[in-house]
């Protein structure tokens, strides 16, 4: 395993430190792909689908669950080619595994080392995971995980999706009872559409957890079926999230490091949809 000090020393370790020490209006925070978004591509062909999305503009990616089925040697390969284009890997998507104490998290950690990442998200909560008390549960075992990877130069986290907007028993969201039941160093990763299409709050959610939303999705939504290319069908930008006060609020308050495109499938082929989300989103940034 590579040690927590030449994490913090790495590449990417010094880029989001010299962003975090910048003012707000002089950041320049990372843009990157959620690889679930050319997941077709990337099971068809991983080096050519991370060379085409280097090519398209992306200066990151977040690797999601099938990485875990690496080996370390091929982690490395992985490593040297996102070096080779520039990619970074801040962050990647997990199961429950890699929160588990053991031969499950070992291996979770030796492979986010080697590719660099910063940060384990949990994709989805555990099957099963249901009432206040069972939330409270499985906070607690990523409360347990946090301080078990901070020796390592790692951090957990969560990341919503509609059903975690909901409220339990007494009124609180899923959302509130892992805010509430987790450390100020748990990850709180903001998938933005999946908080529209529930009628949460988006600015509201990130201004009341200042410093934790430290990666957003970036991911639209708009009011309509998917098959008539609404729902989370649309592009970045074509949707109803007001992403302007989103940017101000994740950059001011929220303690955003970077940005994650994130799209379940448009009217366009998934590398070209990809394209254009980036482009749509230097033209936001050149507003906002």
């Not at 003012?23 to 062909?45: F, H, M, N, T, W």
């Not at 091929?74 to 070096?83: G, S, T, W």
């Not at 008539?228 to 992403?243: A, H, N, R």
């Amino acid at each position: 395993m590579v040690p927590a000090a030449l994490l913090v020393e790495s590449v990417a370790g010094r880029a989001i430190a010299a962003t975090e020490s910048a003012p707000v209006a002089a950041r320049k925070l990372p843009i990157g792909l959620e690889l679930y978004s050319v997941r077709a591509a990337l099971a068809k062909d991983l080096p050519g689908t991370l060379r085409a999305v280097a090519k398209i503009g992306y200066e990151a990616v977040e690797f999601y669950s099938p990485y875990y089925d690496w080996t370390p040697a091929y982690a490395k390969e992985v490593r040297a080619l996102m070096d080779d284009l520039g990619l970074r890997c801040y962050s990647t998507h997990n199961h429950i595994e890699s929160f588990t104490p053991g031969e499950g998290m070992a291996k979770a950690i030796e492979l986010n080392q080697i590719i660099g990442a910063r940060h384990l998200i949990m994709a989805s909560a555990p099957k099963g995971t249901a009432g206040l008390e069972g939330w409270k549960e499985l906070s607690g075992r990523l409360t347990t995980a946090v301080a078990q990877l901070q020796p390592h130069g790692l951090t957990a986290g969560y990341h919503n999706h509609q059903a975690e907007w909901q409220p339990l028993e007494g009124g609180l969201r899923i959302m509130d009872v892992i805010a509430a039941n987790t450390p100020k160093e748990f990850v709180l990763q903001f998938d933005v559409g999946t908080c529209m299409e529930a009628g949460a709050d988006p600015i509201a959610w990130i201004k009341a957890h200042p410093g934790r939303i430290k990666s957003v999705h970036l991911k639209d939504w708009a009011p309509g079926k998917a098959e008539d290319g609404k729902g989370y069908k649309v592009l970045f930008g074509e949707g109803v999230s007001p992403w302007a006060g989103i940017i101000a609020a994740a950059e001011s308050a929220g303690g955003v490091e970077f940005y994650l495109m994130e799209q379940e499938g448009s009217r366009f082929p998934e590398l070209e949809t990809a394209q254009r989300c980036l482009e749509s989103w230097k033209q936001l940034r050149q507003k906002v």
